[in-house]
């Protein structure tokens, strides 16, 4: 037995522990739970914040000028010849008509927000400058990516509160069931500790994955551990899947 096979059945019964005492209700209804409220909130906000900024022609709704406006008025003050070009495509800006890289204009500023990109190495916009912001200026376009952020954040707080709200009054109810009904409540811990093993069964098969050629030391210790070795390497279940 190597030392990864004595890591793994600690953490399997650390595993079968937490299943019997959080249960899959505990677990579902407690700090996973949470996390999974938070997830689904950023998702659902990620999708919807686009819907509700910008206008069917790519342009910030005027319900939000007031965020969106004072970002690029401030971002032209600071560089304003950077921040006045007009954008062409992700990577090609344009001045007076005549075209240049995205790349050289920040290279080439003078102004304060362009120094500091090319400081950074920043010179790659294109998650900001996408093709829905042609037409717009670098400030425009920057100040709508900055509104979207705001609205997200605001949507995905809200989305969490009300599903964290709505997550605890399901899970009032469900543990005040289990409390009084004794075979649910412990085949709820069974479903508990089947769960817990999945979720370190899957956490075993990623480390395996995508850290089996780490370091010459790592991949020594799972030849090593006859049980991790069969695990993350011969009955790891993405490689077999994936085809690695």
């Not at 069917?56 to 032209?76: H, K, M, R, Y």
Request: glycine share 10%.
């Amino acid at each position: 037995m190597g030392p990864l096979d004595i890591v793994i059945i600690v953490l399997a019964l650390l595993a079968i522990v937490i299943g019997l005492w959080k249960g899959c209700a505990g677990l579902c209804f407690g700090f996973f739970g949470t996390i999974m409220c938070l997830v689904i909130a950023v998702i659902a906000s990620f999708f919807l914040s686009p819907l509700v900024v910008f206008n069917g022609e790519g342009e910030v709704n005027s319900a939000f000028s007031a965020i969106s406006q004072p970002i690029a008025d401030t971002l032209t003050k600071l560089d304003s010849d950077l921040m006045s070009l007009t954008i062409v495509d992700g990577a090609t800006v344009s001045k007076d008509g005549v075209e240049m890289p995205l790349a050289d204009a920040i290279a080439n500023s003078e102004g304060m927000v362009g120094s500091a990109l090319a400081m950074i190495g920043m010179t790659d916009l294109s998650f900001i400058l996408t093709d829905g912001m042609v037409g717009l200026t670098i400030a425009q376009a920057i100040s709508a990516f900055c509104t979207q952020l705001i609205v997200t954040l605001i949507f995905t707080v809200v989305l969490f509160i009300i599903l964290f709200i709505i997550k605890r009054l399901i899970r009032r109810k469900v543990f005040k069931w289990l409390d009084s009904n004794s075979t649910p409540s412990k085949v709820d811990r069974g479903i508990g500790v089947a769960v817990c093993l999945i979720g370190l069964l899957a956490i075993i098969w990623v480390v395996g994955f995508f850290g089996g050629g780490i370091s010459e030391t790592f991949e020594e210790m799972i030849n090593q551990s006859p049980i991790a070795k069969t695990l993350m390497i011969d009955g790891n279940l993405i490689s077999l899947i994936i085809g690695k």
